[in-house]
Nanobody
Framework: QVQLVESGGGLVQPGGSLSLSCAASGSIFSIYAMGWYRQAPGKQRELVATVTSGGSTNYADSVKGRFSISRDNAKNTVDLQMNSLKPEDTAVYYC??????????WGKGTLVTVSS
């Protein structure tokens, strides 16, 4: 089992920046990839960014050039640096982990609101 706890989130103005962090505990050795998904009101949950244990990254087209994901394997954390935020970035952001066995784990989510 893997437990994921998010921190960060909150209210930020358009064009501003915000950083999210996720700490993993439990069967850390089994984690293949970690990342972030988000779900806006009335929308389906969508991929934001992922990073593998080897350091390869994948970003949604909508956040490329604005968001940056990083992973610290020693501390078992993954961060999401969000810059140039837009109102359409408003969503609940969920930390995600995928095990080498194909099992997905989810955090409880943290709300990011981009508004003036």
């Amino acid at each position: 089992q893997v437990q994921l706890v998010e921190s960060g989130g909150g209210l930020v103005q358009p064009g501003g920046s915000l950083s999210l962090s996720c700490a993993a505990s439990g069967s850390i050795f089994s984690i293949y990839a970690m990342g972030w998904y988000r779900q806006a009101p009335g929308k389906q949950r969508e991929l934001v960014a992922t990073v593998t244990s080897g350091g390869s990254t994948n970003y949604a087209d909508s956040v490329k050039g604005r968001f940056s994901i990083s992973r610290d394997n020693a501390k078992n954390t993954v961060d999401l640096q969000m810059n140039s935020l837009k109102p359409e970035d408003t969503a609940v952001y969920y930390c995600y982990a995928e095990s080498v066995y194909g099992v997905a784990y989810w955090g409880k989510g943290t709300l990011v609101t981009v508004s003036s």
